[in-house]
């Protein structure tokens, strides 16, 4: 199931939109986002931009649409909800965390004849439109606030290295679908839904298997279902392979005190 999973995953053939969808089947047991939902604003903004013959005028045209007149403008959240990282709830509310977003917009833009794709402007991912060979927009995808050529190089200014070899790169389909499973993860855990947490953490092993940072918080949503022994092991393998993380010390001194025969193995 898991390198099934995997590979539907990695299948370019597929839209992010459909892969963000499977993952929420496979973490919720459904998805009940309608792909009319999507069709319905992408129509809307083919016929807005339809009489507009300019690149840069259409690109700017839908960026106020969709944040101004479909309000899809934010703000930064210190923490998003569970209903912020599923498709159906996040058009319904226009609420949608930073991923699943520039995902969403990165896929309307596409459908309305625009090159688009989400690039690492430090310190976040902004979502790029291509106009033309001389324009393309960047913009922050919770906002919609849009970076000057002026601000992009003070950001890329930060970057270690020689100024001259900086360059904006496209964020990864497997390292975007990563992001939106590992935020959605932290929100399940925040809303007390640890089963589901748990499957978050076995798509995220399966991206990443030898992550110990997963293997700990996979130990953390077994322990709280009371599965300690396996718990156990992934808490032993985190300690061993990060043992100066200040929270591998904590835990390393708990697992010096407890014996797997005294727990009640599930």
């Not at 995953?9 to 597929?14: E, I, M, P, S």
């Not at 604003?41 to 300019?54: F, G, K, M, R, Y």
């Not at 798509?203 to 718990?231: M, N, T, W, Y």
Request: charged fraction near 30%.
């Amino acid at each position: 199931m898991k390198e099934l999973l995997f590979s539907e995953l990695k299948d370019t053939d597929k839209s992010l939109i459909e892969a963000f969808s499977l993952v929420e089947e496979v973490v919720f047991g459904d998805c009940y986002f309608s792909p009319e939902q999507l069709s319905k604003v992408v129509e809307h903004c083919n016929q807005l931009i339809s009489t507009i013959e300019d690149p840069l005028e259409q690109a700017e045209k839908l960026i106020n649409e969709l944040f101004i007149e479909q309000l899809f403008i934010d703000r930064q959240h210190d923490f998003w909800p569970v209903n912020a990282h599923k498709l159906s709830t996040g058009f319904d509310f226009k609420l949608m965390a930073p991923a699943l977003k520039s995902v969403v917009l990165c896929h309307i833009f596409k459908l309305c004849n625009f090159e688009a794709d989400i690039i690492f402007v430090p310190e976040k991912n902004m979502v790029r439109v291509v106009c033309d060979e001389l324009y393309a927009i960047i913009f922050d995808p919770v906002t919609g606030e849009s970076l000057d050529w002026h601000e992009l190089d003070l950001r890329m200014d930060d970057l270690d290295g020689d100024p001259q070899n900086h360059q904006v790169e496209d964020v990864s389909r497997l390292s975007l679908i990563a992001k939106h499973v590992s935020s959605l993860k932290n929100a399940l855990i925040r809303e007390g839904q640890f089963p589901q947490a748990l499957k978050c953490v076995d798509i995220l092993i399966s991206l990443r298997p030898d992550d110990p940072f997963e293997r700990r918080d996979r130990g953390f949503l077994l322990h709280q279902l009371d599965c300690f022994k396996v718990a156990y092991d992934d808490y032993q393998y985190f300690v061993d392979k990060c043992p100066k993380d200040p929270a591998a010390q904590l835990l390393k001194m708990q697992l010096d005190k407890i014996t797997i025969a005294d727990t009640v193995l599930h």
